[in-house]
């Protein structure tokens, strides 16, 4: 339910509003500058072309009627999944009933129902509305709802088409013809009645509240969301009580063992509730599966450069036990999908590595340390490369031999490295493995490094680099490199 699914459209719009509420995690919710919008040519205000149209239907009424999410978007859709930026038009629409394999709405015009009577060729005020999915993320936020319209549908055998025209803040939009594509509805919910013993294979998370202080006591609340596979379906959400985190530095989790209990204090794990979403519980959308953990402890431990070992050992509320250890990287975006392009481990290949570059920047910001860029580039088409930002105490512009870590408060961290991020543009920052591609000279492959160390040692006129880090999808990234390093100027 984290990530945004068409598939589970309806019941999910609902709690996106929530979580939009509830997060923040750095994302502004707008729309992009780049959304196609033309200048007003009809009985309209604006004209939006959609990138994708999706709908999914949600069964028969208690009328008989069937119930049909339509969705335009402006945002990307890759695996029935959004990813911002980008703006989105929902409809909640009532037609004759499907018992087709692919349900079709019949053909004609649909009109806006502000009193939610649910009827034939009606699409409802309550679900209809506007939301904004923000760069990097996947859920919607700013529900705006319609105030009047008309939704337009074509069916030709198995394709569907829809035009329509809403009523928006006062403004009339036209949204253009679009093609639509069907995404089948998810299993109904069940009661997780099974014990489970999982290996996370990727963690991601975010802060509840402006500052994480959503309780008002003074601490931090954390919430993880561990995936067992990479198709993200195994999930287990884990909201953790820690320290108020001081003005002016990053969130970082606590090592500790985190009771499940119902009072936020620290060092607990708030115990699942139906009724709070962001409460400690496993779901898996393939079988509909839910458990509610109630009692247990998570332990909570952190090796250099934000490696985590994290181990559930708990009970739900109907007595099954969940077991769980995830090793690795996370970082605090929300539960936003990968950048990496990596699909697996990988083992450097330096071989084409015959020397690095290094830039000294000295004291960055004034903050009382050097900031050096290294880049172990390999100048040669779809072999591995590395580039590493580092900050070291010394201002003196010699490399010192140190092991460097990730770290989130590096302007404060002497001895640590940038943790890497991907930009829109689909450029790096550090710290970022990467391989050449064959034609551009642009990056093939790129994975930003969040987690681990890199040990550099010296050895006369060649250094030496032991590379031990984590992705954002937590491939786990080793390596070993030794050469010279030649001075360039910055």
Known sequence: MLNFRFMILKHFLKF?????????MGFAASC???DPVKEPSGDWDKEVKAKKGVYTYDGTTDDGLGNF????????????????PGDVYFFDLYSGASDAATPLPKAGTYTFDATNSYKEWTFAQDDSYFGTVASGSDEVSGETKFTDGTLTITVSGSQVIAEALV???GEKIKLSLTSFSYIAEQVEAVDLERDLNLTCVRTAGGILGENGDIYQNNTTAFVLFSYADKTNTDLLCLTLIGPATPAGTASVLPAGTYTIGTEPNELTCIAGDADNIYSTHYENPKTGEYGWLTSGTVKVSVADGMVYTIEVDAKTDLGYSVKSTYVGGFEFNGGAAPTTTLTEDHNIDFSSVTSGNLIFYGNWENCGMNLIVIDLDPAKAKKDGLVMYLFQSSLNNQLEEHTYVASNNFATTPYCFIPGSLNDDNTFNP?????YDAQGRGTDVQAPIHAGTIEITQDGANWNFEIDVYD?????ITGSWTGPLKVQQN
């Open 472 to 476: 954002d999808a937590n491939n786990h």
């Open 431 to 435: 710290t970022t493995f990467y391989i």
């Open 167 to 169: 009523t928006l803040n």
């Open 16 to 24: 996106t509003a929530v979580a939009a509420a509830l997060f923040s």
């Open 32 to 34: 992009s500058d780049d």
């Open 69 to 84: 999410i339509f969705c335009f978007t402006t945002a990307n859709v890759t695996d029935n999944a959004l990813s911002g």
